[in-house]
């Protein structure tokens, strides 16, 4: 299944690619990341836990940037074992153009599933899929935009039931008023073209630094 | 209910009860996982997720290294180590052998299916040999995965020995293929049918289990294990595989919980833990998991086929004209190759006097499970495409279906039958069953219940089926002709103790229908005796002479056969201990009801002072007759049995929804003569469970890439009790079979052969007669599949009215 979607991104289009660039940012947008670096030039490694039907199972996997056009547009291809669970393959391609008040993030993406997640809960993962893909873009968009879409995440993130208990994702971001209030918290685009000067292992989104 | 033949308690004809169902009621049957050998360990198979592809990385020094971890075993280990033999080859039409890919206990190079085994862990727990699995890196690299037979010429090869995935191109009768064609071009109508032969899964309540052990003071294996025909697993894998010597290798089959054919085959699994045994020096268990069952037992079915039946203008059957596709799988399981040729081909005949008939079948490896005899195997898909065809063609004729079919039908003076198929029926009467049938389902009252359905707004059906099957399998020397390594002959010995009970040791392996019951009563009535005082011992190739097991309605059409030429040779041997104890001719001797008399006088002695006699040799004719009672036969049947029978289905569809109702199922069936009519009844329930089960509901569908999506009973879909009417099976009409001594047909397949055909006829029925004209839906009739049905046709019928 093909699964499409865009989301308006109140952002410069040259900070939205940085994010998209930066492997914390990723991190904390993919549901269930617990870990992820850089291994190589287009080339991420990283590690999941999530929950598809009945099956639990982390998994490790390689994530690349295939195709990549700066500032407008790549795919995102994972693939990530499971151990008995099976494994799991993936793909978005991302484009962004610039719109009015920002950016339009439009994606179009695909999984495929195998082994006991096939066996058990191949009957799901459309819907499982389509419920991965709006939860990563929900909350890239609040990453890129900063914390006053915060909101919006912390209610998806709490309906989701695989919570990412090592990440910096949704669930575990400060409530919206301690955010707002909070002075210290740098501009998104900032954050973002920090991370796009160095693509090293160091490196640490904003949110990453936010909770330290 | 079932009734007892002439009222009897015990013996043949009575409805004794299944002695085995105490301990299986009680939870005390002792099956392979139940069984646990001092210092076994525990054995895990990592299995590829992917369908087809190379594998590039196996690196296994993790999980050697892994907590509890025994060994660590790959295809590398097992050098030296034969692949899982096929025990049947068939000559394809151009007069080359089949395509005969290795199949290894493990992965070399390349995994086929989801589930082939790459590596085996061998732990002190079987949580440990799974954690250890979780360290293997194994990274396989995808090839498209061959799933559809239609296109699988053009995939990329599943082995490399059969470069367009063609195992074999079969024509069958060869002979009259011209005369075929001819036939159908000259005829005055043509039916022509496409239909599916579902795939679907075994789904025995147990699943498979084996337990390796090696004893290094006598150089001996035993393996335990979930099998059908132990003697047949001891043969294949000492033989092919292992090379053990026979009188090394013990093999064991224990209680087993249902087969259903799935348990005939030797597996990998099998020949792994007893090889290892020695390796590791320990016993080695393994137990499949429910979500291996899916990905590793043997699956059923998965034909598609084009049948053509020509009619004169009286509709006289002239011809049949068939083209199959059948699905191998990745692998040539043991007896795959035989299921869509000779007990598919020959069975084209069905009822019928049809006088020319070819078929021509095309198998294919696929990246799938592989595929062999389930329930059935064969003759559920050549019945299911002759009754469904024979149904349109009495529609487009508009004629009944049920006087089509007994106009056709081979008339009772006709019998011994030779078909145009190589087989030769021996006796029957298809009108019998079909009457019989017709009756208790009152066909009569249908019309009235139809309009009352209509007047509820629902679609009532009818639908019959008749059946043939080639059972009691099988003679030697035929199945020798057509392909098979192997004679089918059954081995039986009965041994009388001293003070007379008896104990018999079968070849034959139950495994559900009920042996140790049904085998008693027969020996117990040629003795006179109490069944008690029988006992039936099978699966165990130390204990019991060399038999080929259970498997084509064969167990009592064979095994009993011999077990009936044993208790002959024991009663002519005490009948001439009795004439010594008596002091009288044997010629005078009569043995009824227990007792050896002299013809025409009082003098009599009872079974019990005979059997001691023959032990305690003290007054016994010594010089002319050894001491003992003990008689091993083997008998070689001289033909297949041919139970045959007629059944009825009647259905109610919502239009609205397409679900189906199924209100009521008639068996009339032939089985021969019956020796329990409650097992009878028993094993015809379960069979048409099973048919049901693929006609409404289950069916193994695979996705593009190879990944089995029905492999859980969350997707799988098995019938319930309540999917099911209450059956009403009758075996009344018997023509006993006129070549083995208890005249018996075999009945564990029937249910599940007829059963289909009748469902999918009655549902036809039902569409048309509410005015949706469709022709045929394949299997599974699931509500969407009948919906979408309705809706194709739903412009034409609004257009009728």
Not at chain 1, 5 to 19: H, K, L, T
Not at chain 2, 154 to 183: I, S, T
């Amino acid at each position: 299944m093909e699964l499409t979607g865009e989301r308006m991104i109140a952002a410069e289009r040259a900070a939205v690619w940085a994010a998209l660039n930066d492997a914390d940012v990723l991190a904390s947008c993919i549901p269930g990341c617990e870990q992820m670096a850089w291994v190589g030039d287009n080339a991420l490694e990283a590690q999941v836990t999530q929950k598809v039907g009945p099956v639990k199972a982390k998994f490790k996997g390689a994530v690349s940037l295939q195709d990549v056009v700066v500032e407008e547009s790549y795919r995102l291809v994972g693939e990530g074992k499971g151990g008995a669970a099976g494994f799991a393959k993936g793909g978005a391609a991302v484009k962004l153009t610039d719109a009015e008040g920002g950016t339009l993030l439009s994606y179009t993406a695909e999984a495929k599933v195998g082994g006991k997640l096939a066996q058990l809960g191949s009957r799901l993962i459309d819907g499982f899929a389509r419920k991965m893909a709006d939860e990563f873009f929900d909350r890239f968009k609040s990453a890129v935009e900063g914390p006053q879409a915060a909101d919006d995440t912390a209610e998806n993130g709490a309906e989701a039931p695989a919570d990412a208990p090592a990440t910096v994702a949704a669930p575990q971001t400060p409530s919206p008023e301690t955010a707002t209030a909070e002075p210290e918290t740098p501009e998104p685009a900032t954050a973002a073209s920090e991370a796009s000067d160095d693509g090293g292992e160091q490196k640490k989104g904003w949110f990453g630094r936010l909770l330290g | 209910m079932a009734k007892d033949l002439d009222g009897k308690t015990q013996g043949i004809g009575a409805s004794s009860k299944r002695r085995e169902d105490a301990r299986f009621l009680m939870g005390r049957g002792k099956y392979t996982d139940d069984i646990n050998v001092v210092g076994q360990t525990h054995c895990h198979f990592l299995r590829s997720d992917i369908a087809h592809g190379r594998i590039v990385t196996l690196d296994v020094e993790a999980a050697r290294a892994a907590p509890g971890v025994v060994g660590v075993f790959t295809a590398a280990d097992l050098e030296g180590v034969g692949g899982v033999p096929c025990g049947w080859q068939v000559t394809d039409r151009h007069g080359a052998p089949m395509k005969e890919p290795k199949h290894p206990i493990l992965a070399e190079g390349k995994v086929r299916h989801v589930g082939d085994p790459v590596v085996a862990i061998i732990a002190e727990t079987p949580e440990q040999a799974r954690d250890a699995a979780e360290l293997i890196a194994l990274d396989i690299e995808e090839l498209p995965a061959v799933i559809d037979m239609a296109t699988a010429a053009q995939g990329p090869a599943v082995h490399d020995e059969a470069p367009d995935n063609l195992c074999f191109d079969w024509l069958f009768v060869a002979e009259n293929a011209e005369a075929v064609d001819r036939a159908i071009a000259e005829a005055a109508h043509v039916t022509k049918l496409e239909l599916v032969n579902n795939r679907v899964v075994a789904n025995p309540m147990e699943p498979r289990a084996a337990i390796g052990e090696y004893d290094l003071s006598r150089d001996e294996y035993t393996l335990t294990t979930t099998s059908q025909n132990p003697h047949v697993i001891r043969l294949l894998m000492g033989a092919f595989v292992l090379s053990i010597p026979e009188h090394k290798l013990r093999v064991v089959a224990p209680d087993v919980g249902g087969g259903f054919g799935s348990k005939i085959y030797h597996y990998a699994e099998e020949a792994f833990v007893t090889w290892a045994s020695a390796r590791v020096g320990r016993p080695v268990k393994w137990t499949a998991s429910r979500s291996e069952a899916f990905l590793s037992d043997a699956q059923g079915r998965d034909h598609v086929t084009t049948i053509e039946l020509a009619l004169d203008a009286e509709n006289n059957f002239t011809a049949i004209r068939c083209h199959t596709l059948a699905n191998l799988g990745a692998y040539l399981s043991t007896f795959a190759p035989c299921v869509p040729t000779w007990l598919h081909g020959t069975l084209l005949a069905g009822n019928y006097k049809t006088p020319l008939i070819t078929t021509n079948v095309k198998a294919v490896f696929t990246n799938t499970v592989p595929v062999d005899a389930y329930r059935g195997a064969g003759r559920p898909e050549a019945t299911y495409q002759l009754e469904r065809v024979i149904d349109k063609a009495a529609r487009e004729r508009g004629v009944d279906p049920a006087a089509l079919r007994r106009q056709n039908f081979i008339q009772p003076d006709q019998f011994p039958y030779q078909t145009p198929v190589a087989v030769q029926y021996d006796t029957g009467d298809y009108d019998a069953t079909l009457t019989k049938a017709l009756d208790l389902a009152d066909a009569a009252g249908f019309a009235a219940r139809r309009a009352e359905s209509a007047a509820r707004g629902k679609l009532r059906g009818f639908g019959i089926a008749s059946y043939i099957e080639a059972c009691g399998i099988a003679p030697s020397s035929l199945v020798g002709a057509l392909g098979a390594r192997a004679g089918l002959y059954e081995a039986a010995t009965v041994r009388v103790n001293p003070t007379g009970s008896v104990s018999v040791f079968t070849g034959s392996h139950s495994h559900g229908q009920g042996h140790e019951t049904t085998f008693a009563q027969v020996v117990a009535e040629m003795l006179g005796l109490d069944e008690g005082a029988v006992d039936i011992v099978h699966g165990d190739t130390a204990r019991v002479p060399f038999g080929m097991g259970t498997y084509g309605s064969r167990s009592l059409a064979v095994g009993g056969s011999a077990i009936v030429k044993s208790v002959d040779k024991i009663v002519a041997k005490a009948k001439k201990i009795a004439a010594h104890l008596m002091e009288a001719s044997e010629a005078d001797i009569v043995f009824d009801n227990g007792q050896f008399t002299v013809a025409g006088t009082d003098r009599a002695v009872a079974w019990g002072d005979v059997c001691l006699a023959a032990y305690v040799p003290h007054k016994y004719p010594i010089e002319s007759l050894e001491p003992g009672l003990e008689e091993t036969s083997f008998y070689d049947p001289a033909n297949f049995t041919y139970p045959a029978g007629a059944y009825v289905a009647e259905v109610e569809v919502d239009p609205e929804t397409g679900v189906i109702q199924v209100l009521g199922f008639t068996a009339a069936d032939d089985f021969g003569s019956v020796v329990n009519p409650m097992i009878v009844e028993g094993q015809v329930h379960g069979g048409l469970a099973q048919g049901l089960g693929q006609a409404l509901m289950e069916t193994a569908t695979y996705n593009a890439d190879g990944q089995l999506q029905a492999a859980s009973y969350m997707d799988y879909a098995m019938p319930r009790a309540g999917d099911l009417p209450m059956f009403t099976v009758d075996h009344s009409c018997v023509t006993p079979c006129t070549h083995n001594p208890l005249g018996v047909k075999g009945c564990g397949e029937a249910g599940a052969i007829g059963s289909p055909p009748a469902l999918v006829n009655a549902v036809i029925d039902a569409l048309h007669g509410g005015g949706y004209p469709v022709a045929h839906i394949d299997m599974p009739l699931t509500p969407q599949a009948v919906w979408q049905a309705i809706q194709a046709v739903r412009p034409a019928a609004a257009a009728a009215e």
